[in-house]
T-cell receptor, first 113, second 113 residues
């Protein structure tokens, strides 16, 4: 099976930097995703890592260490609109090219003034 | 707007009833995924279809079934509804089975009374 852990809630100040951690255990690892989800809305894709290292995309960066089963999402220059849930998701190969995406329960980030 | 459409947006029904949720993927996407999101369990993968065929199965109950039609739209059928089935149901689509990004629809909020 798969197990994904991330903090339930975090609070940070506008303009600051925040790091949201995610640890996972899975077999057949085939990539780690971060999604942003505002309350009552659809998740939107933020980043994808399949190899170790840092992927940077504007104010957002994501890091992966496959040997440690660890990832983080780094948000810089926080804005009020970044207040949302951040979902860590792990893709695992099932058979052939079939795969399954398993989501963590999400980290609810509150950005304050 | 992700390009994925779902209908209806809201659905209220009674226990024991049956409902059908509909999803149209983005133009060109062959894979459709169904997810259930309830407050206490996060986003749970239910099932995936690729070009009309079932590709991967997650935590889908036997009371639930899905299909993907030749025009690639998909329907999720929920029967013998229980109070615990109340949740947001999301459909997502991607180009293929191993695509790096899934695009989520706006969801259908199902309330079972």
């Amino acid at each position: 099976g798969q197990n994904i852990d991330q903090p339930t809630e975090m609070t940070a100040t506008e303009g600051a930097i925040v790091q949201i951690n995610c640890t996972y255990q899975t077999s057949g690892f085939n990539g780690l995703f971060w999604y942003q989800q505002h309350a009552g809305e659809a998740p939107t894709f933020l980043s994808y890592n399949v190899l170790d290292g840092l992927e940077e995309k504007g104010r957002f960066s994501s890091f992966l260490s496959r040997s440690k089963g660890y990832s983080y999402l780094l948000l810089k220059e926080l804005q009020m609109k970044d207040s949302a849930s951040y979902l860590c998701a792990v893709r695992a190969l099932l058979w052939g090219t079939a795969s399954k995406l398993t989501f963590g329960t999400g980290t609810r980030l509150q950005v304050t003034l | 707007d992700s390009g994925v459409t779902q209908t209806p947006k809201h659905l209220i029904t009674a226990t024991g009833q049956r409902v059908t949720l509909r999803c149209s993927p983005r133009s060109g996407d062959l894979s459709v995924y169904w997810y259930q999101q309830s407050l206490d369990q996060g986003l749970q993968f239910l099932i995936q279809y690729y070009n009309g065929e079932e590709r991967a199965k997650g935590n889908i109950l036997e009371r639930f079934s899905a299909q993907q039609f030749p025009d690639l739209h998909s329907e999720l059928n929920l029967s013998s509804l229980e109070l615990g089935d109340s949740a947001l149901y999301f459909c997502a689509s991607s180009v293929g089975t191993g695509a790096t990004e899934q695009y989520f629809g706006p969801g259908t909020r199902l309330t079972v009374t």
